[in-house]
């Protein structure tokens, strides 16, 4: 920000509650793959592939509005664009996020939380008994 002269934003405490909820998020997809890479060894090569396709789906190099309304809709389904574009908004006011985005952030860190919580729960007694 020296660099550039740009100011922080008045929102940027909201960048907490954006860390929180990614957090959660992580937390829960955690949990679920923790459980599968101990019982499938393969797990790791997927996930690495896994996670340069959600790379290139997730607009961290480049603008939504280049693309097509076709493909507006498929980078908008996925979860981490909202959480990019609140935490552009709340760090730096360079994004618009509406309030459709706060709650799919918000849902999709509490859903993948319980998801992740109930397989560890249920898969924990045979991943220990595999390690």
Same mark, same amino acid.
């Given at each position: ?6 100011t *922080?934003?008045?929102? *940027?405490?909201?960048v ?9 998020f =992580?937390a ?9 890479? =101990?019982?499938f ?11 340069m396709?959600a790379?290139y789906?997730?607009? =961290?190099? %480049?603008p939504i ?5 076709r493909m507006?809709?498929?980078?908008n ?6 959480y *990019? ?10 994004a ?7 709650g %799919?952030m ?13 397989v560890?729960?249920? %898969?924990?007694?045979r991943? =220990?008994?595999? *390690?």
């Amino acid at each position: 920000m020296l660099v550039t002269g740009q100011t *922080l934003a008045w929102t *940027l405490p909201l960048v907490l509650i954006v860390a929180i909820c990614m957090t959660l998020f =992580v937390a829960g997809l955690g949990l679920c793959l923790s459980t599968l890479f =101990v019982r499938f060894d393969d797990t790791r090569n997927i996930v690495g592939v896994l996670l340069m396709i959600a790379l290139y789906v997730t607009p =961290v190099f %480049y603008p939504i509005s280049i693309l097509s309304p076709r493909m507006q809709t498929l980078i908008n389904a996925n979860p981490v664009t909202s959480y *990019l574009e609140i935490f552009r908004w709340a760090f730096s006011n360079n994004a618009s996020p509406s309030l459709l985005d706060w709650g %799919y952030m918000l849902s999709t860190a509490i859903i993948m939380f319980l998801i992740g919580s109930i397989v560890f729960k249920k %898969y924990w007694p045979r991943t =220990v008994a595999m *390690l």
